[in-house]
């Protein structure tokens, strides 16, 4: 059972920083595309962002609300994935997840094979 391990969530204070870290212990992470998705209370999941597998040509993707904010990267040498969280805003505030595929997307969550359980990030003053 393949299981991806989130970490790095916590509460900050408007326009702090969070890195996430998407690890995958016996599972190599490299061959997949990640995503970075989000849920905040009553709302939907929503991509946040993704990076296409190191087969691929490593392109990343942005929703709008995050672009210029937020970084994804990965280094396969840890095998993790990181989501770096610049200048965090209220509305940043949701339970974050990692999610492992072979192409990569934010509108196609339901595509996604492997998740992880989630990392919380709170943004409050």
């Known amino acids: 059972q393949v299981q991806l391990v989130e970490s790095g969530g916590g509460l900050v204070q408007p326009g702090d920083s969070l890195s996430l870290s998407c690890a995958a212990p016996?599972?190599?992470?490299?061959?997949?595309?990640i995503g970075w998705f989000r849920q905040a209370p009553g709302k939907e999941r929503e991509g946040v962002s993704c990076?296409?597998?190191?087969?691929?040509?490593?392109?990343?993707y942005y929703a709008d609300s995050v672009k210029g904010r937020f970084t994804i990267s990965r280094d396969n040498t840890k095998n993790t994935i990181y989501l770096q969280m610049n200048s965090l805003k209220p509305e940043d505030t949701a339970v974050y997840y990692c999610?492992?595929?072979?192409?990569?997307?934010?509108?196609?969550?339901?595509?996604?094979?492997?998740w992880g359980q989630g990392t919380q990030v709170t943004v409050s003053s």
């Open positions: 999610a492992a595929d072979l192409l990569c997307g934010l509108e196609n969550e339901n595509e996604y094979l492997y």
């Open positions: 016996g599972f190599t992470l490299a061959y997949y595309a």
């Open positions: 990076i296409s597998s190191s087969d691929g040509d490593g392109s990343t």
